[in-house]
């Protein structure tokens, strides 16, 4: 995967009567055969990243490197329809572009075969559902054979089906075409669904960018911690060989020595499991049940622990998320390597420094 | 002064497509670009520029009449052009009329379309001569609602086409300029000959082009 789209130093403030926004980075390269998920809070600043990759928006400062052939192209978070009929608005580019017209089918037909429209190709674009013009916004900017497609939240709108469909096609075309994508969504479970590396944007700074399982399971501070899931996050005071006290009862062995100090233990909730009747992973010790909430496919469970909060996933309606209730005691562990540390940084207020 | 007769009712009506189809013609290739540009961009003065446009959908026609009147009258500032009671003095008059309306209606339907959709068009690589096209492609509707506005406002108005154009036989005499003669003088016939054709083309005009909007909306 070589890279084919490089920020570098890239520096852009966008000023408006109530606020004044600065979206910093200072290397980001997308790179070819691979989906890169920007992951960022509403005003984080992921669009105006996209559109200047997209060449819509001049950077204040920095520089946006093409490297290698073939056009970068976007689809926009509210998929727009031209007027005119389906074959029209994904042809309409590569007549723009005075491709001969033999080439112009070809590849119309193949990107409306890819995306599942063929059938709708005679219809007007603006009588498409949601997730139909969805699909058209991505056949059309396929058809264009870019080096570089950005789409900005491309599963708003959709339900899990399409989501996950759109999900699939999405990778095929990648595959075949060896296309650097650029997502960018503020939806956790969307990214992962798409991404093999997720950059973490937050207040406009480009906090972390990484393998996707990386940045998931260490994440680079308590900000990106939250952003990512990794909702279990519990204060404590660290000694050399990694141990991590939370109070005069509780602790949990890290097996990250390091410098002792103060700190964070990280877990993410699916990396923490409760009864540990079949003896996997490190007890911890025992919680009280004192939420259960379902939504039909997941269980999540809140757990009181050594005067923590900590949250636990479980498959709904099998094994324990059947039969545990609200004030149970239930056995806690969890395995080392899944134990995330972060230490307090320097500056503190809440500023966090991995484990090194 | 004779009764109207059928040759002089066909130069009359001939006369009034000429010059109301110079002005509409006229007035469309300057109200769309600037509507256009007006819709699509944000600049300071932005707003006081829009609303003297709308401020010019409701001026008077005899106002701008009276305005265009005196540009053109022979002590005025464009008198050495000897244009006073002439077509193109008309025509000026009728576009002034139209543009306000033009303006007004290219710029709502530019407004309407999607914030992003001038983007997307060039995150698709779409070169500038092509996004113009497809612009009025877009805005087609707009458009059509800007004809029939500017065609209803040129095609019946009298005041300023009377104060510009004096109602000269064989010159500048158009349908509605007509009617009011020959209602003053009393040939009742005549003035109804002659509104009877105005109604007709107006509602073959406007018919037509609301035919051809109902056909694109379906």
């Known amino acids: 995967m070589s890279a084919v789209l490089v920020a570098r130093d890239l520096r852009m403030i966008r000023r408006s009567v109530a606020s004044c926004f600065e979206l910093k980075i200072s290397h980001l390269e997308m790179r070819s055969s691979e989906v890169l998920a920007v992951l960022g809070s509403n005003g984080a600043g992921k669009s105006?990243?996209?559109?200047?990759?997209?060449?819509?928006?001049?950077?204040?400062?920095?520089?946006?490197?093409?490297?290698?052939?073939?056009?970068?192209?976007?689809?926009?978070?509210?998929?727009?329809?031209?007027?005119?009929?389906?074959?029209?608005?994904?042809?309409?580019?590569?007549?723009?572009?005075?491709?001969?017209?033999?080439?112009?089918?070809?590849?119309?037909?193949?990107?409306?075969?890819?995306?599942?429209?063929?059938?709708?190709?005679?219809?007007?674009?603006?009588?498409?559902?949601?997730?139909?013009?969805?699909?058209?916004?991505?056949?059309?900017?396929?058809?264009?054979?870019?080096?570089?497609?950005l789409l900005d939240e491309p599963f708003d709108d959709l339900d899990a089906g399409g989501q996950e469909t759109l999900s699939r096609d999405l990778r095929q075309a990648v595959a075949q075409t060896g296309v650097a994508v650029g997502v960018v969504t503020h939806d956790l479970r969307r990214a992962v669904l798409v991404s093999d590396r997720i950059a973490v944007l937050i207040d406009g700074q480009l906090r972390q960018v990484g393998e996707r399982n990386a940045v998931l399971n260490h994440p680079a501070d308590l900000k990106v911690a939250r952003l990512v899931g990794m909702s279990n996050l519990i204060p404590a005071e660290f000694d050399a060989q990694g141990l991590g006290t939370i109070d005069a009862l509780h602790s949990i062995p890290t097996g990250q020595p390091g410098t002792p100090g103060p700190g964070w233990i990280g877990i993410r909730p699916e990396h923490?499991?409760?009864?540990?009747?079949?003896?996997?992973?490190?007890?911890?010790?025992?919680?009280?049940?004192?939420?259960?909430?379902?939504?039909?496919?997941?269980?999540?469970?809140?757990?009181?622990?050594?005067?923590?909060?900590?949250?636990?996933?479980?498959?709904?309606?099998?094994?324990?998320?059947?039969?545990?209730?609200?004030?149970?005691?239930?056995?806690?562990?969890?395995?080392?390597?899944?134990?995330?540390?972060?230490?307090?940084?320097?500056?503190?207020?809440?500023?966090?420094?991995?484990?090194? | 002064m004779a009764e109207l007769d059928g040759p002089a009712l066909l130069s009359i009506t001939l006369r009034t497509l000429a010059i109301c189809g110079s002005s509409l013609v006229m007035a469309l290739g300057l109200g769309v670009p600037i509507g256009i540009w007006l819709g699509s961009r944000q600049f300071p003065g932005r707003r006081t520029l829009l609303g003297l446009v709308n401020s010019g959908m409701g001026a008077p026609p005899v106002v701008v009449g009276l305005l265009v009147a005196q540009l053109f009258y022979r002590s005025g500032p464009l008198g050495h052009l000897e244009l006073w009671y002439s077509t193109q003095a008309m025509v000026t008059a009728q576009i002034l009329i139209a543009l306000p309306l033009v303006i007004a209606l290219v710029v709502a339907a530019v407004a309407s379309l999607d914030e992003d959709w001038a983007l997307q068009v060039r995150a698709l690589g779409i070169p500038p001569i092509w996004r113009q096209w497809l612009l009025l492609r877009e805005i087609r509707l707009g458009l059509l609602a800007a004809v029939i506005a500017a065609l209803g406002g040129i095609l019946s108005e009298v005041g300023a086409v009377m104060q510009t154009g004096g109602n000269l036989e064989g010159e500048t005499r158009v349908l509605t300029t007509a009617i009011l003669m020959y209602t003053r003088m009393g040939l009742f016939e005549?003035?109804?000959?002659?509104?009877?054709?105005?109604?007709?083309?107006?509602?073959?005009?406007?018919?037509?082009?609301t035919w051809v909007q109902y056909g694109e909306r379906k």
């Open chain 1, 272 to 356: 923490l499991k409760v009864d540990v009747g079949r003896g996997e992973g490190t007890a911890i010790g025992e919680g009280e049940l004192v939420e259960f909430s379902s939504d039909g496919l997941l269980a999540t469970l809140t757990i009181a622990w050594a005067g923590q909060t900590l949250r636990t996933h479980l498959v709904a309606g099998r094994g324990l998320a059947r039969d545990l209730r609200t004030g149970d005691r239930v056995s806690l562990a969890l395995r080392l390597e899944d134990v995330h540390v972060l230490r307090d940084s320097p500056q503190g207020e809440g500023e966090l420094l991995p484990m090194a």
């Open chain 2, 190 to 209: 005549s003035a109804y000959a002659l509104a009877a054709v105005l109604l007709g083309l107006m509602l073959v005009l406007a018919g037509l082009l």
């Open chain 1, 48 to 149: 105006t990243l996209l559109r200047a990759f997209a060449g819509l928006e001049e950077p204040t400062a920095g520089e946006i490197v093409r490297q290698g052939q073939g056009p970068v192209t976007m689809v926009f978070q509210r998929p727009i329809a031209l007027a005119g009929s389906v074959l029209h608005n994904v042809s309409i580019a590569l007549r723009a572009q005075g491709l001969p017209s033999p080439e112009i089918r070809r590849r119309s037909n193949e990107a409306l075969e890819h995306f599942g429209i063929s059938k709708l190709a005679a219809r007007p674009a603006t009588a498409l559902s949601g997730g139909e013009l969805r699909r058209l916004a991505l056949a059309r900017a396929f058809a264009l054979e870019p080096a570089v497609l």
